[in-house]
């Protein structure tokens, strides 16, 4: 396996208040062929599920998670961003970097699996957010459904305002064929798809 890419330090302190990028977020479809930095989609990986403040391994990330339990994996697949291969990669969050799944572009294969949606193959680079539900339901069981789903929404939330705050578009697509994703990216049985995110610069 490839080794993993280490990704440019976060920023913790940026131009635009919460306040404005609340106000200005929106979702975007209009992507136009411009390379994304590493520094923007590290940042964008950071926000998604970043270590905060005074955190350790497994705990004190970005979003809020029922008992601690991070039911939700990060993937990137990158397309066209500067520095990196195009491919497959998990999000490493306690080491902020990049662990290689696979080589090659799937944006297009993503587009198809959700039903033609075609923004996805034109944006830079999508987020996969994969939720692990046994982490969560093992714990508070069929509640525990709910939890995953309230985790999701938090993380998408952070990539909509960091999108916002770094001159980026971003959207939640929701509607994809879950098998085709599965047999895309190689899911485990025990692994589900909850979101694409398409992230990119807009007209």
């Known amino acids: 396996m490839a080794p993993s890419v280490k990704l440019p330090v976060p920023l913790f302190e940026g131009a635009q208040s919460l306040e404005s990028a609340l ?95 075609m923004f996805i193959a034109e944006a830079a680079a999508s987020v996969l957010l994969i939720a692990v539900p046994q982490r969560t339901i093992r714990r508070y069981r069929e509640r525990g459904v709910r939890y995953i789903y309230i985790e999701t929404g938090c993380i998408t939330q952070n990539i909509y305002l960091q999108a916002e705050a770094l001159g980026l578009g971003t959207v939640c697509v929701g509607a994809f064929d879950d098998n085709r994703i599965r047999q895309l990216i190689d899911l485990n049985p025990e692994e589900e798809p909850e979101m694409i995110m398409p992230i990119g610069a807009y007209s």
């Open 23 to 117: 106000y200005c977020r929106r979702s975007r479809r209009n992507y136009i062929c411009k390379p994304l930095s590493l520094q923007k989609a590290g940042q964008m990986l950071w926000a998604a599920g970043g270590v905060g403040k005074s955190g350790v391994a497994g705990s004190n990330r970005t979003f809020p998670s029922a008992g601690a339990t991070y039911a939700t994996e990060i993937y990137l697949a990158a397309g066209n961003i500067e520095g990196l291969e195009a491919g497959l990669y998990r999000y490493v969050c306690t080491e902020h970097s990049l662990e290689p799944r696979y080589k090659g572009d799937i944006r297009s294969g993503l587009s198809e699996a959700a039903y033609g949606q």
